[in-house]
């Protein structure tokens, strides 16, 4: 399983590097780039004869011909073939450490930035090692505080809602953000507003359907032989890119160094609903806004790359920045006694660079077919493959009724991602 998922990720992150219109050839492909959507804008550019008024003589100037219908629908390919990425590797990326133990998730967090941090460094040298922009920092930071929240919903609140909150904010905000041109974004304006409404509402109801599928993961959790403790399963379930933990698993009251205990504990139910709830919309928030420092410069900084993989090291350093200040404050209060768990280590890394290839794929969705499609799409993909795995391999999903609800899911989510694509179709 790991070879199979290592190769995969190798491959995948050479597509998110060298595929057309995206490629490595430093500030030149910026350029063509930028020429071939400021040719979108405006209208074809055809070869001009200009003569000179003080001579006889008449210089001919070559610009580039505006691309082709051809190589427009080509350049959107490329973008839904990266969602498409970005949907697997979201969706399968916590599959490796599905079989280990996390504890409170902190450790395991660190190991994931850094396998983030990672990806992000051979992106850089692959792109030439583009300009960086502090800014851009500002979004990883963005998303690895609302990943430190995952843990204390989950307890709070329990898997289903606090998942239901967060990815429908998360859908909300990143969609709004880009559509409307909130924070100093530029609006972007899809071809057929009506598709795209509607894509948005059922990606939104589709979060809420999957509310309903009853999982038997926490009786498989309780099943389990003693002597197989120490790597007992932690599930893990994701409809976006953040580790999702089994508030069902308790360790042994002798175990008390693996003790996943947390502060949320000492609260009443009430509180922790309060509590829960609101972490909920934080961390939902802060995951759709994790994208607008990159969009900002692109749109407000004189020569700034229009390539969103130019901007994928500086958010990445973000990630690995706030990732590790949380770990150490973690420490701290744990009286330098954290808990680690050795056996994590690997799989987590390979978690951490699945992710990063997921996001990567997100930026150049991002950079073609823009956040008010791109959106829509992959933060409610994701859950599909989760499900198949759920259903298919590990067995947390069964019974009728779960598997109807299931399909019914998948028929709204995917009915939500088509219209969002069919609204980037010009004259549909």
Request: aromatic share 12%; proline share 5%; glycine share 8%.
């Amino acid at each position: 399983m790991y070879k199979f998922i290592v190769v995969i990720s190798l491959l995948t992150c050479l597509f998110t590097t060298f595929v057309p219109g995206v490629t490595c050839d430093g500030s030149v492909a910026d350029k063509d780039t930028a020429l071939y959507f400021d040719s979108l804008r405006n209208e074809d550019v055809t070869n001009t004869t200009t003569a000179l008024p003080t001579t006889n003589v008449t210089v001919i100037s070559t610009v580039q011909p505006s691309p082709t219908p051809n190589t427009t629908d080509n350049h959107y390919a490329v973008g839904f073939i990266a969602a498409g990425v970005a949907v697997v590797f979201f969706g399968s990326n916590f599959v490796p450490v599905k079989k280990f133990e996390t504890g409170d998730g902190m450790f395991f967090q660190w190991i994931l930035v850094s396998g983030i941090w990672i990806v992000g460094l051979i992106v850089n040298m692959i792109r030439h090692v583009p300009t960086f922009h502090p800014l851009a920092m500002l979004g990883g930071f963005l998303w690895a505080t609302g990943n430190v929240t995952v843990v204390p919903i989950i307890k709070t609140i329990g898997l289903g809602l606090g998942m239901c909150i967060w990815g429908s904010l998360n859908l909300l905000m990143g969609w709004a953000s880009g559509r409307f041109g909130w924070f100093g974004l530029k609006p972007e304006k899809p071809y057929n507003e009506v598709l795209n409404y509607v894509g948005v509402g059922l990606a939104v109801f589709s979060v809420l359907i999957y509310l309903m599928v009853q999982s038997d993961v926490s009786q498989q959790s309780t099943t389990k032989d003693k002597s197989d403790q120490d790597e007992d399963i932690q599930p893990i379930l994701s409809t976006e890119h953040v580790q999702v933990l089994d508030e069902a698993h308790l360790p042994s009251p002798s175990d008390e160094e693996n003790s996943d205990a947390s502060w949320v504990d000492k609260f009443s139910p009430a509180k922790r609903r309060i509590i829960g709830c609101g972490l909920a919309v934080i961390a939902g928030c802060l995951y759709g806004l994790n994208f607008a420092p990159c969009i900002w410069i692109q749109d407000n900084v004189d020569g700034a790359s229009t390539n969103g993989l130019d901007y994928v090291f500086a958010h990445f350093c973000g990630i690995y920045a706030t990732g590790t200040l949380y770990f150490t404050i973690y420490c701290i209060l744990m009286k330098n006694k954290p808990k680690i768990f050795p056996k994590l280590i690997l799989p987590a890394l390979v978690s951490g660079v699945m992710w990063a290839i997921a996001q990567s794929a997100w930026f150049i969705a991002n950079f073609t077919l823009q956040e008010s499609v791109s959106f829509p799409i992959i933060t409610t993909g994701p859950a599909i493959i989760a499900s198949i795995w759920g259903v298919v391999v590990f067995k947390e999903i069964k019974g009728k009724r779960n598997i109807l609800i299931l399909m019914l899911a998948f028929i709204i989510t995917i009915a939500g991602a088509v219209l969002s694509g069919l609204s980037k179709i010009e004259n549909l």
